[in-house]
């Protein structure tokens, strides 16, 4: 321990009539934000994953997916936070819905129209309904973590929604944010239409 | 160090161990708080106190290194980015499952007063005489009026919100103004006020959460951003850091050592009392000893008979106060993760503005009054009604426009209630040193064999029935009752392993918190408890440690200790 320190505490002491022997304040864990290089994932992957983001969440009066960037989110969460199962099903998601474009339309998805990919993506959607349907059948008396995944496109469509509605355009802009609410009122007037509150 | 010697030392810094040090400080006491973890300075390192999900790398949400890195923290939702490292790392710090126990523990300066849930309650008067009519373990060695004016003492200076609503079951007490019930809770509170002939009540939670402020103390009320766990820059709710702390603090005869692991107690066999305690540095692994009067041990339930088990061996096998062979035993928490939920009709013009830390309760109603089960004690409810978010149901919404509208707006209105249920002292469950494993500074391990017995399991099919009759009752749609399985310790609240009583062959502490054993040494957090009762802990927790301060004191003035 250097005379510094030393001499820090002492004064911290004087100060607040407490000595912290020994004091080694940390606080509470901040973790760094993650960048596209710690992912599993390309640039092109994460420029798709907007797309079809933005298919699901689209832009109107309000942004959007792409204005949220949910791609990158989704790049960070798909490799830090899925199991190995569920990122085999999510990437294999993502390229089926490649193969579905070429197969159906004889192109590439990134040029199809904005018609052509929302009804490439309902139809996917669907799909996915009666899938997750019969599997919940099937899987009702199992317990939670041997359950079967459900379709890819579920998967996709949850992680676009979380990434979007938890990222600060979609709290800000598309939902209500407030920081400080300072009060309670458990008897808040509400008109069709008002928006929901992000936290 | 210059100065190994004060009047009193504190092992411990959370709710319990705040409090003694600002009793003992106040009283004039020179004293020497030990905390075995980092220190965390009120309000600068609150870090994450204003972030946001969009501020964390992985929006809050768990990692799978994380989930590899908590193997019994990924259990539960304790394990978040938001309050990563406020919990005690299980690879420095194992413990050994007999049967599964769930334990989370805050090791750092204010310990877990800084994650606690806040909820404040006390005691009544049959939760103290329960044991000694029903002969079940022993009877408590006090009376509710013994404690009654000190739960006066703590709710004042801690500040606690809360309805006075006369109910014998749930004592009243000295509170600020409650946080309200919403417009839902009010009528589901009158429709089983009316449907239950009076016998069962809804009423606000009574939360450490303030209403009020407390300018002498540099404390704001309550801001409703729900962030507690992260704590509050505003001081809003009851933590070491925000309350005791300062006030020990500010008497100029507080000093605080963290990092500090307290191995044993010293103990001189002629004298029969406590000289001090050994520690070891938790960073250098350096060992120190610091002598004192009187100690007061606030570790956290289990850690506090840990303490005793590892002290005065030579004199005793199973440690400091185990004469009794009650040391480690009868381990209790509150049984839960069972209730009922529902969708609620109507109140589309209505909404929530604020984020409140709390919800409503429900106080114990069976076994009570007349009522009779084939089961004794009984449980509350803690729950809350809101409309629901973005994250609600979406399957049938399809994708585009028309779901990104539809999740923009609330949903529903919904309700739901989680049963408390009081977990009976049973002298077959118990914690005991592990004679195999060590921890990352060579210290022994706890070992847990716990479980939940008959009377828990009778009382379950209440704890889930009556919540679905309520809400039925209440004009509630879709009533679904739910069991989530409960294992020992979730409740994260411990209590038993060194039980008050009235007899040194049944009990380790007497009827001030003294060891029998060692009457200088006094453990006041929720390893005393004679019982259980249903209501959240800590508050009785604050009540019996400035009740024995209290007592310490005056018997240092007698020259008896």
Redesign the interface.
Known sequence: MSMNRRDLLKMIAAATGTAFISSNAMAYVTLPMKSLSQTDFSKDDVAFFNEVGEVIIPRTDTPGAKDANVGLMMAVMVTDCYTPAQRKAFTEGMASIKKLAKSTYGKDFLLLSGEERAALLASLDDEAGVFNKKQELASKDLKDEDKPLPHSFTLIKQLTLFTFFTSEVGANKVLRYVAIPGRYDGDFPYKKGDKAWAT | ?ANNHYDAIVVGSGISGGWAAKELTEKGLKVLMLERG????HI???????K???D??????????MIENYPVLKRDYPLN??????WANEKDSPYVEEKRFDWYRGYHVGGRSLTWGRQSYRLNKEDFQANGKEGIAVDWPIRYEDVSPWYDYVERFAGISGSRDGLDVLPDGQYQMP?????V??DVAARIQKSFKGQRHLIPGRTSNMTEPKPKEGRTNC????KCW??CPFGGYFSTQSSTLPA?????????????IVTEILYDKDKKRATGVAII?A?TNETYEFTSKILFVNASSFNSTWLLMNSATDIWDGGLGSSSGELGHNVMDHHFRIGAHAMVDGY?????????PSGFYVPRFRNWGGDKRDYVRGFGYQGSAS?Q???RD??EM????N???A?????SWQIGMTAFGEMLPDHSNRIFLDPNKRDKWGLPVLAMDVEIKENEKRMRKDMMQDAIDMFEAAGMKNVQGYDADYFPGQGIHEMGTARMGRDPKTSVLNGNNQVWDALNVFVTDGACMTSASCVNPSLTYMALTARAADFAVEELKKGNL
Do not use: F
């Not at chain 2, 980092?38 to 300075?41: F, G, L, P, S, V």
């Not at chain 2, 589309?348 to 409140?356: F, L, N």
């Open positions: 160090m980092r220190n965390i300075e600068k390192d609150y870090t994450n106190a204003h946001e999900a969009w964390y790398p992985h929006r809050g949400e768990r990692t799978q290194e980015e938001p309050t990563l490292g406020m946080m309200p019930l919403n417009c809770e009010k801001q409703y951003r729900n992260l704590g020990a603090v500010k008497t100029g005869n507080l000093t605080v050592r963290p990092h500090s540095d960073e589309e013009d209505k909404y929530h503005y604020g984020r409140r409309r978010g973005w994250g979406v399957a399809g994708i585009g426009a779901l990104k509208n999740v923009s707006e609330p949903g």
